[in-house]
Structure formats: C-alpha cells, structure tokens
C-alpha cells in the first residue's frame, strides 16, 4: 500500500467513530470503503446521525434542541415549525399506566400537593395518539414552561398559578373540543378523565396563532455513549419524594442500550405507557434538589424554589455524577454543571428531570 495512503488511513483511524462513519457515507465512493474494511480503518456502527434510506442521504444533523437526538433535514422540517408542547399529566397511582409519557422528548417530575407528584411532558419531535390524564398547573412548573417557550397544555389549576397565567405571556391551552376527550372510568371522578393528544394540541395551537419555530437554550450533548465494555453490568436509583411510598421511583439501568427502565409505588412496578404498551425508559436521569415550602392552604399545596442554584446528580452511561444547577430568572434556562464547573454534557435522548426536596432520600448502587 502507497505511504500515503497508509498516512491517511492512520489519520482516518483516529477520527471519532461517527465522523469515520459519515466520510464513509458522504464520500459515496465504494473503493474507499473498501480499502478501509481491508486495512481495519473503519467499522461501521449504528448512531443517531445514520439511518437506512435515501432521505437526506439517511444524514441526520440536525439535533432537537431538547434532547440533542439527530434527525435529518427533511425530519425536522416537520418539528421546526411548531413550538415545543408542555402537558400536565396526572401520577396519581389509580391512573396508572398514563398516555404518551414514553413519546416525550423530556419529562419533568415534582410534587404538587398532598405529596402526590406530577409530570410535565414536553413533546416536539416525537408525537402520541392519546396524552393523560390531563390535570392542573402549578407555578413552579410555569417557570419550566417560560424557559423552553413552550406551549402550555393544562385543565384549570391553583390559584397561583392561574393568577399567573392571566397576567404573564403564557401560550396556553385549555380543555376545548374537539382537541380534548373524556374517558369515563366507574371509579374516577371527572377531574381525572381528560386526554388529548399532540396533533390535536398542536392543531389548536395553530388555529390559536400560536406558532413555531422552538426558541429556547439548549444543552449540550456528546457525540458518543460510552463503550460497552466501560458500561457496569447494573445500577439502581432510588428516590423518595415524600413519605407516601406510592411515589417511590426506582431506576433500572440497562448495560445493552445504555438507558434507565422506571419503576413507581410500593412494591416496584415497572411503568409503561398505556399507549404503547412499552416500558418508560431515558438516556439520562436528572435529579435536582430544591426548596419546597408548604402554602399552609386547604388543599396542602406547596411551592417550589426554581430559580437560583443548588445540588444536583446527574446519572448517564450507568455512572452517577455530583453536579450543581442553575437558573438565573424563571425565563432563564436551567443550567447543570460538573464539579469543575463545565456544564453537563448528556447523552442524545429522552431526559428525565426528578425535582425532590432538599432533604429527600436518594440511594444509588452499581
């Protein structure tokens, strides 16, 4: 072999992995391919950024700025004409399994009242066929909601938060029809029955004159998940927002795909999405330790610090990480960094943000 070309093939070699599969794919040139197989240059591996297909030349590069998953330019023409789509879905433990939590890009956990806790799913690039049930806001989740610019899909809420609503800039979307149903249940009230789903949500939007396209701060993202051969064989999480043992959550790490499987109540059981049927699992595992303070009112309501800083633990690639966050206004961009003050780096996927008390209990073992 030509000196150099045995040059270029160790410059080649050196190269991440997903850079020596684009060339590959974007050279279009079979003998170069070849002569890469044959001198060990390249392996050919499954990423994001390849997809079987002629579409894009199956490229994908542009990252949802949510979670960093690539998609090609084609595919995200689709989503980069909306907004991102915030819901409120209920966790209380008669409603499970819930709808659509699986087909979000990001989801938020906090309490609300009682010692029940809430999600706020986001959707943008992913959508579902049903999402619920859909239940009320609350004014620490409005600050989540103002940092991605999102829409904001709810069903009444405290009197706090619908104060604020009235009188700040929220792009907001209540029960209307047909873009919401109700699915009775003989031992549910109503508060409890209501679903929508993203097309109907975001066909509201639209008719609402509430467009895209998404304007918000990412975060960053890596190129690559770990190797498997550094990746430990298990790893649990376990987190207690309250007492209540019904809204203990157990993370399951998976060495194969490198993501966390969800576990709720007591005992353990593993959530899925009743849409799919599929369990609820993440790329990354965000916990973030916050003020709560009770409001003292009838409904046993709390309030929640999300501006300023505190502790944090990041969990990816089935290692936990000490870490810190950061808001500045309840505009701003929650901001995680590492304990050499870089900001956190997280794995292209599904997020999962768990906000606890400051004082809650979290056990981590591998």
Known sequence: MLPKLKTLLERFKLLPKWKQALIIITSGSVLTY???ILSGGATI???????????DNGIRIVPNPLNGVLYTKTQASVWQSRL???VMIENLSEVRPQSGLG????????????????????????????????????THFLDWVKELNALYAHI????????????EDFRTLPEELPYYSRKGSSNLSREHTAFSSTRGLWEMAKNRDFNGPPNLRSWRFKNEESEASTRPASANIKLSFTALDDYNVRWDYNPEDNSYIRFSGSPYAEDTDRVTNEPISTKNVVIQYTLHQELNDDKDRINI????????????DGKAASARWEKASPSARTIYYDSNNNEIEFNRGKIW???????AAVEYTE
């Open 156 to 167: 009444g809420g405290s009197p706090e938060a619908l104060d604020r609503i009235a009188v």
């Open 34 to 36: 070849l002569i890469l």
């Open 305 to 316: 610090t999300t501006t300023g800083n505190g502790e944090a633990r990041i969990f990816l």
């Open 353 to 359: 943000v768990e906000i606890i008390p400051t004082n």
């Open 103 to 138: 087909r979000a890009d990001l989801v938020y956990e906090a309490l609300t009242e009682g010692g029940i806790t809430r999600f706020m799913a986001i959707y943008l690039a992913e959508e579902t066929d049903e999402i619920g049930p859909v239940r009320s806001a609350r």
């Open 84 to 86: 991102p789509l915030a």
């Open 45 to 55: 591996i499954s990423t994001p950024l390849l997809k079987t297909g002629s579409e």
